[in-house]
Nanobody, 130 residues
Framework: QVQLVESGGGSVQVGGSLRLSCAAS????????MGWFRQAPGKEREGVAV???????SYADSVKGRFTISKDNGKNTLYLQMNNLKPEDTDLYYC????????????????????????WGQGTQVTVSS
């Protein structure tokens, strides 16, 4: 049973930083997509940053240059370093994963479409105040 548990959310002022963590368990992560998504009340969930098991990454235009996604394979933990936070970054942030067979050939671009990710955490709130 794949489990994803997020932590690290909180309240910061504009320009501040936070690092989100997502502890993954229940599977041997060989071929995968993992990513961070966010959703505000009444809005659709959107991709923030994703990474695959080959290290390819994709970012939403709104966070490029400010956010960095990374994964510690030894700890099976996904991170999102968020710098220079803005009020519009206020959202509930989710960690997600899609697992592939070990011999699967990953596509060259990692999708940021939420419906292609089958496993989700419970979310962690990020609030940025001015």
């Amino acid at each position: 049973q794949v489990q994803l548990v997020e932590s690290g959310g909180g309240s910061v002022q504009v320009g501040g930083s936070l690092r989100l963590s997502c502890a993954a368990s229940g599977y041997t992560y060989i071929k995968y997509w993992m990513g961070w998504f966010r959703q505000a009340p009444g809005k659709e969930r959107e991709g923030v940053a994703v990474i695959d098991s080959d290290g390819r990454t994709s970012y939403a235009d709104s966070v490029k240059g400010r956010f960095t996604i990374s994964k510690d394979n030894g700890k099976n933990t996904l991170y999102l370093q968020m710098n220079n936070l803005k009020p519009e970054d206020t959202d509930l942030y989710y960690c997600a994963a899609r697992i592939f067979p070990p011999t699967f050939r990953l596509p060259p671009i990692v999708t940021m479409t939420p419906r292609y990710f089958g496993y989700w955490g419970q979310g962690t709130q990020v609030t940025v105040s001015s």
